[in-house]
């Protein structure tokens, strides 16, 4: 059973998840078109038995208010918003473009070169606050989720990662570096569980 923090629009990895593997899904968003759309989807494939979806009320917030009291899960999963703000993301953009040897006149008029909107893309303080406030909530769920997990866009990200794992008390973490081309990331796993 998977909680996928940030479901979007298009409820991806619910969908691989389940067909793929049998899993079971919660997915979660702040946003509520997002959440209506992929409710669509998940009804148009009738996988409303396998993937539920749930408004995050607040974008303060990641677990609380979506993770029930009775609720397990056997992991979590997040690709969180890169970017500290629109601007740092149309920057980014533009920096990728000029990478790619575009001419500058076509590089400041293009849209951003990568999928997502508002709180996909950024968040005050960026993918390290975000994970940040994701670590120190997971903590109210130790016992309640075996691994916990998500994706590290920015290697400078890290260190502060790292500090909040070893402030919140983990008792075991992981990171898995990925790389496809030139763009490297990596995921970062955590667990409060000891082996037993």
Known sequence: R????GVGANCIYPLIGQ???GWRFVGSDVDAAAIANAQRIVDANSL???????????????????VRQDEVFDLTMC????????????????RKWKNLGRAAGKATTAV?????????????????AFM????AESAALRG???????????????PGVYRALKQ??????????????????????WTFLDEK
Request: hydrophobic share 40%; charged share 20%.
């Open 112 to 128: 951003l070169n990568f999928g997502g909107q508002g709180a996909e893309l950024y968040c005050e303080g960026g993918e390290e």
């Open 168 to 189: 919140a008390g983990v008792l075991q973490h992981k990171t898995v570096e990925m790389a496809q081309g030139q763009k490297k990331s990596r995921l970062v796993a």
């Open 48 to 66: 409303g038995d396998a993937i539920t979806l749930r408004l995050q009320a607040s974008p303060a917030a990641i677990f609380r208010g979506v």
């Open 2 to 5: 998977v909680l996928d923090v």
């Open 132 to 135: 940040r406030r994701m670590i």
């Open 144 to 158: 309640r989720c075996l691994w916990f997990t998500t994706l590290v866009s920015k290697s400078a990200s890290l």
């Open 19 to 21: 067909r793929e593997y």
């Open 79 to 94: 690709n969180p918003p890169f970017h500290a703000s629109l601007a740092e993301a149309a920057a980014g953009t533009q």
